[in-house]
């Protein structure tokens, strides 16, 4: 599905509403400034990558430097939101363009939005975010209680990390560009979201999400118990008294401030190998509809191989956000299991459980 262009029902999205944008445009400079000022909006928000200019450059078109001097023009508070490295590159963009900054570590983070609110003194529904990310920018933005706009990217190159997201994004849009309710061209597609549901892939995905879910659900028990439930007859928790002992053995464990997270990542592999096997067992007879005994072993091994990577996916992700961001454990849980989930789909559908060809005589 490419990019559509209209306005959303947000109430419609259900779970992905946190992804969903208040409308879409083709680019920035179709975002219709009057329009704004007539929401009573006087902050605008901008990223800067596929937004404003193409990543890695410093050459703006004239039609967006005509678009940023019209907004400044009808009284607009300008502020570029932006997570780069670049920090250089990131000043001269800002001095260019008069525009003044406030970067941060993480987008999606609500913090470097509230902290703009902070700066120019304004509440949230008088602000709007303008992007091409739905990972970052959008969610960001709604996590903040701003407006966004989605607009479609610019052509060229991107950060790896950038095409990581957008292969999340093109799952997560099916879903909601079913709530568009003013597309600009149908096309020879029909309504936006008529059929979507009746894709396989969006089928397997939908199924695949609900065994994530009981999976999620041992994932965390698992882990809840073994880090803070269970005790020794002497009262220790299993997770303190473990881990006090891999600290005195290993140096691999002494990046933990206490002896509970010293444990962290040993409880972690073993909550994510049940709940593995868990998921092999319902996607292989439910998501997918694998039949019968026949490359059940191969499909067994392939499928602890993409788990393995996923495993070490969440496992680097969690730890680093219970362990460092120091982020509590169900959310730091939830973000692991949310990056690893795209990755096992992909792994699991396209390699795990593929269908063998089958030659014709």
């Known amino acids: 599905m490419g990019f559509r262009v209209g306005s959303f029902d947000r109430a419609q999205v259900g779970a992905f509403r946190p992804f969903c944008p208040a409308y ?13 000022k007539a929401n009573g909006k006087s902050l605008i928000l901008l990223d800067v990558d596929h937004t404003l200019v193409k990543w890695k450059s410093e050459d703006f078109s004239p039609e967006v430097l005509a678009w940023l001097d019209k907004a400044k023009s009808l009284g607009f508070d300008l502020c570029i939101i932006s997570n780069t490295r670049r920090v250089e590159r990131l000043r001269r963009l800002s001095e260019r363009l008069g525009i003044e900054t406030v ?3 993480f ?18 529904a008088q602000a709007v975010m303008i992007g091409d990310q739905l990972m970052t920018d959008i969610l960001g933005a709604n996590r903040a209680g701003i407006d966004a706009v989605w607009v479609q990217k610019m052509d060229g190159p991107e950060f790896v990390g950038t095409r990581f997201n957008r292969m999340i994004e093109k799952f997560v849009s099916g879903f909601i560009y079913q709530a568009l309710v003013t597309p ?44 803070e439930l269970i005790r020794l007859d002497n ?24 002896p509970n997270k010293a444990f962290a990542p040993i409880a972690f592999i073993l909550a994510s190998l049940v709940a593995t096997f868990n998921s092999f067992i319902w996607n292989r007879s439910w998501t997918f509809q694998i039949k019968g005994k026949e490359e059940r072993a191969k499909q067994l091994r392939r ?37 690893a989930a795209f990755w096992n789909f992909a792994g699991q559908r396209f390699y795990a459980f593929k269908t063998p060809k089958t030659t014709e005589g």
């Open 235 to 258: 009262g220790d928790l299993l997770s303190y008294r473990a881990g006090t002992w891999l600290q005195q053995n290993s140096t691999l464990f002494n990046f933990a401030e206490t």
């Open 184 to 227: 600009v061209d149908e096309g020879d597609n029909g309504p936006v979201g008529v059929g979507l549901l009746q894709r396989p892939i969006v089928r397997q995905f939908v199924k695949f999400l609900i065994v994530g879910g009981s999976s999620f659900v041992i994932d965390y028990s698992i882990r809840k118990g073994l880090q």
């Open 24 to 36: 879409t445009k083709n680019s920035i400079v179709e975002v219709d400034l009057d329009e704004l």
């Open 303 to 339: 499928l602890y191989l993409v788990s393995y990577i996923g495993l070490g996916i969440n496992a680097l992700i969690t730890t680093i956000l219970y362990t460092q961001v120091h982020l509590g454990l169900f959310v730091s849980t939830f973000a692991g299991a949310f990056v």
């Open 107 to 124: 987008k999606p983070s609500p913090a470097m939005f509230r902290l703009a609110l902070i700066k120019f003194k304004k509440e949230a």
């Open 103 to 105: 970067r941060g570590k």
